[in-house]
């Protein structure tokens, strides 16, 4: 039997042992590509980011590498994540520089056939992909998801469904938080990008570059 092995960059966090040491989902991916052998020696793929430097892009990395190297972290980093030895080796010019940092071109990676991680594809059609909310933000809006990450993070509040988002999600900071009224339910449908190769789930009428 084959698998590949793909995570969100919401549940990243939630594969180190530090935050909580749950397993990796797996399953079908929906580019087709190949399959690496389903095996407990197969490496486990996750969305990380180098804090030794300001003006990086994010990349799919092994767990392993990730628990190795404490620059190396979880995709998106948080302050407490950006340990103080890595952000003394910043350049000198990170001090003048404000980066703007593209998003990821995918928020689901895989393992290769070589032991590697890729970018994969987020979706082939619109049924792989679900309008849903990120619980976490205060004051989040319906977006376009891969339909297998939402239904395998409980803080991405499936939409469709008629309940309320789980209470723990929400951040303490949210209490008293007035938001402002969101935007009607967009469509969500499955978009080729022309110049990244990626397939992603996004807004009806929205074109990922």
Known sequence: ME??????????????PSCGGRSLPGGALPDGGAAVPDSAAAPQC?????????????????????????????????????????????????EVID????????????????????????CRTDSDCALARDARQCCGCGAGYPASLVSSEPCLHDM????????????????????????GMPKVTCLASKTKGINRCAPFLFWHK
């Open 99 to 122: 980066c703007d940092r593209p998003p990821p071109p995918s928020r689901l990676v895989q393992v290769t056939a070589a032991g590697g991680c890729a970018w994969t594809n987020e």
């Open 160 to 183: 469709r469904l008629n309940q309320p988002a789980p209470a723990h999600c929400l951040p303490k900071a949210c209490a008293g938080v007035k938001c402002k009224p969101c935007p």
């Open 46 to 94: 996750v969305i990380a980011i180098r804090t030794d430097h300001c003006c990086v892009s994010p990349v799919p990395a092994t767990l392993a590498k990730v628990a190795k190297d404490p620059c190396l972290v979880p995709y998106p980093a948080s302050a407490t994540s950006t340990a103080a030895a890595c952000k003394k080796k910043w350049p000198k010019e990170c």
């Open 3 to 16: 698998r590949r092995i793909i995570i969100s960059l919401i549940t990243l966090c939630s594969l180190l």
